[in-house]
Structure formats: C-alpha cells, structure tokens
C-alpha cells in the first residue's frame, strides 16, 4: 500500500465524489418529481395519460440504466439530437428513478384505505382536499422506507456514468489502475469513497424507518 | 429513398450475434441466481440464529453488499484479486462470483423476512405436538415462506439480468460490445446505426424482463392471500 499515492490523489477522488452527489441529487429530486405525478395519474386514473404512465413504468423498470445511457449517448446523436454526458446522466437517472419512486408512492397511497377517502369525501371534503389533507401525509409516511431504499439505489446506479464520459469515482479509479497500476491503492479508495457517501444516507434511513414505525397512524 | 440503419441488423449475421452476446448476460445471471438462491437460504437461516457474533457477521456482509455498488464489486474481485493475490479470473467468472455474492446478500434479506414474519408460535407448536426441528422446518414453516419467496426470487431473478449488463464494463463480450463492434465495422457504410442498434438492445433487455416481471407480479398478487 503506498500512502503517498493515496494523499496525493485523494483531491481527485474528491472532486469526483462531488459530482456524483450533484448529479445523483439533481436525479433524485427529479424523479422524485416524476414519480409523484405519475404515481397521481395513476391515482386519478386521468385516461389517456394512465397508459403513457404504465406503459413507462414497465419500460424503464425492466432496462438496465446502463443500455439507456448508451442508448441516449451514443444512439440519439445518429438521429440529430445531442445531449452532454451531464444531461444524459441526469435524464438518464431520472427515467430510471421515477419510475421506481412511482412505485414507492403507488404503495404508499394504495395503504391508505378507502374507507377514509369515503368518509373524507362523505364529510364534504373535495377531492383535492382528500388528497392533500388525508391520503397524501399518511401515503408518504407509508413510502418513506421505499423512497430512501432508491435513493440509495439511484446513488448506486451513478457508478455507470464513466461510460458517457463524466469523471465520476469509477472513471477516477479505472484512471489511477491505467495509467499508474495501482489497482490496490485505487480500489481501496474507490471503496471508501462510496462508503463515505452511501453508509450516512442508510444509516439515516434506517433511523428514519425506527421513527416511522412509532409514529403510528390508529389502526 | 432515406437509407435507414435498422438494416444493419440484418446484414450477415448481425442479429444472431446480438442475441449471443444477450445470451451471455442472461447466462451469467442464471447461474448466478441459482447460487443465490442457494446460498441465500442459508444466509437467511443464519441471520434468524440467535448468536450475535454470526448475527453481526452477516450484517456487515449484507450492509457491505448492500450499500456498494454492483460496478465497484466487480472492480474488486476483477481487478483486484488479480493484482493482490494473482488469482486470474476471467471476466465471467468473475461476474458470475459478484452476482452470487450480490445476489446471497439479498436473497438472505428476503429469506430472513420470510422466516421472521411467521409467528414464533408455530415453531412452538409444532415442537408441542412432537414433531423434529427439520418436521417443523419441512411441514410447517418452508410451505408458507415459499408462496412468499418464490415472487421475490423471480424479481431478483430481472434485477439480476439487468445488473449483468455492466459485465460489458470489465470485457465481457456481452450484447453490448458485440453492438459496439457491429457499430464500429459499419461505421461507413452505416453510419446512423449506433440509434437502431442501441434501440434494439434497449427492447431485447426489455422483452427479456418483462414477461419475468409479469410472472412475478401475478403470482405475488394470486399468494397475497396465503
């Protein structure tokens, strides 16, 4: 294990560390976006756009973010459209994200039983009140476990960014074995790196998922 | 007329290359997903024992697993165990020994879930009317905690075969790089196939997950019940 090596390029993985959380939250807080509204066309059942949805959601859940990557990269610029690495990294997480985060939401509404949206709608509450008053801060305590579980998923899935060419950890790493063969030293740091990253936000969601359960909404 | 680069496709024998590099992956998931299963129900009963040092063991194992990225592990046992200890894998070996490990880590997860969610009682029970700790495992516990397993197993069994397309990244010859090399050798003559090539993968993967996930989601919802 040589030391030195290790201070010296410890800057570099840095550098790549952050732009793996910046790309990774700007996906997260995308697809979280997408995921919500999906998950209210499916609840809303709005006609046309309930198929557009479903029919998405299968699509983008069963194919590997590495193909539509690739498939954005290098297939879309041969039909006149060019995006940067960024913006396929970003569109990219995002069409993978939301579709899962809909899922999580789907669940989480799904919880809610219907009794209390009758009795809500019963009451006279409106229809945008039942959602906003009753389903929706009960539906996210429920989908909370599910959305923190993909956003670590999400933040995983940044590691096959090297692939449209952003310098993210795996490309730093592959970069130190190539041009120094110090596979060892580099491979630890890659490690660590995503431990420093990744084992705070688990730990918080597991802390989170505690709390939740004690919350408890009278069943 | 527009020249249009799907035909690419079906130049020589394009499209049977394509459809053994997806060959590959799905293989390497296969295998994989059996070893998981395997060894995963045996991680997951290990995780049920009442001793905290295998219960700390296996935790750090599944959070390691869990909390690295698929790419990162096959980095380690690719690149690294070649460096470290001159252990030369090929890279689908060394896919197949990630995905395992991967694959144990959740499996043991979900066996672990199943086993905690039947009530103690049963256990107790069936030890009461005298039947032998395997009677009680075979009779009692193993037929309900399969009618839950066996959708989450198929589920893994996507997430699995979705996974190993990074396999192309430590030199797989995979249906990536066969469409990369197809790409490449028609650069001239073809220039636009990169986006029919790359959208025919895209729907391979597609065709192959889906119907799994179909299965998997109906027979989640037909055993809800059970």
Known sequence: MDTEFIVEYIPHYVEAAKLTFRIGLIGIVLSLIVGLVIAFIQYFKIPVLKQIASAYIELSRNTPLLVQLFFLYFGL?????????????????????????????????????????????????????????????????????????????????????????????????????????????????????YLIILLPISIVAAVLERRLRYAGFGN | MQDLGIRVLFMGNNFARLMEGLWITIRISLIAVALSIVFGILLGMLMTVKNPIIRALTKVYLEFIRIMPQLVLLFLVYFGLTKSFGINLSGEV?????????????????????????????????????????????????????TRLVPLAINLTTRMIKTTSLVALIGVVEVLKVAQQIIEANRYTVPDSALWIYGTIFFLYFIACWPISLVAKRLEKRWKTA
């Open chain 2, 94 to 146: 060394s896919a197949v020994i990630v995905f395992t490990l991967w694959g144990t880590g959740e499996m043991g997860d979900l066996v672990r879930g199943a086993l905690i969610s039947i009530p103690k009682h049963q256990y107790e029970s069936g030890e009461a009317i005298g039947l032998s700790k395997w009677q009680v495992y075979y009779h009692i516990i193993i037929p309900q905690i399969l």
């Open chain 1, 77 to 193: 610029p041969k039909a006149g459209i060019c995006i940067s690495s960024e913006g396929c990294a970003i569109i990219g997480l995002c069409f993978l994200g939301g579709s899962y985060m809909a899922e999580a939401f789907r669940s989480g509404i799904e919880s809610v039983e219907k009794g209390q949206e009758e009795s809500a709608l019963a009451l006279g509450f409106k229809k945008r009140q039942v959602v906003g008053y009753i389903i929706l801060p009960q539906a996210l305590s429920v989908s909370i476990p599910a959305l923190c579980a993909n956003m670590i998923f999400l933040i995983k899935e940044t590691s096959v960014f090297s692939v449209v060419a952003l310098a993210d950890l795996m490309y730093v790493a592959k970069d130190l074995i190539g041009l120094y063969y110090k596979t060892d030293e580099a491979l630890l740091m890659l490690v660590v790196s």
